[in-house]
Nanobody
Framework: QVQLVESGGGLVQAGGSLRLSCAASGSGFSINVMGWYRQVPGNQRELVAQTTRAGNANYADSVKGRFTISRDNAKNTVYLQMNSLKPEDTAVYYC???????????????WGQGTQVTVSS
């Protein structure tokens, strides 16, 4: 079993910055893809950014040039640096991990509990 614990959300004014962190804990696993999704009430959860273990990243068009995803494989932690925040970035942000069990060789997806990001105008 893998747990994802997020931190770093909060309230910020437009143009400000926040940094989200997500740490995976557990044993007997390897993580390939880690990423961030966000969801606004009434809307579907959407991909914000994700990165492979090798560091290959992709971003939603709406955040390119403003957000940067990074990860520390030794700590099983992924970060999302969010700059030039806009009110439309307001959402609950969820960490996601594609996990490979090193014992069964099966893959699973895990989600964090979500962290609120609110950007005021």
């Amino acid at each position: 079993q893998v747990q994802l614990v997020e931190s770093g959300g909060g309230l910020v004014q437009a143009g400000g910055s926040l940094r989200l962190s997500c740490a995976a804990s557990g044993s007997g696993f390897s993580i390939n893809v880690m990423g961030w999704y966000r969801q606004v009430p009434g809307n579907q959860r959407e991909l914000v950014a994700q990165t492979t273990r090798a560091g290959n990243a992709n971003y939603a068009d709406s955040v390119k040039g403003r957000f940067t995803i990074s990860r520390d494989n030794a700590k099983n932690t992924v970060y999302l640096q969010m700059n030039s925040l806009k009110p439309e970035d307001t959402a609950v942000y969820y960490c996601n991990a594609e996990v490979l069990s090193t014992t069964t060789l099966r893959s699973f997806r895990y989600w964090g509990q979500g962290t609120q990001v609110t950007v005021s105008s």
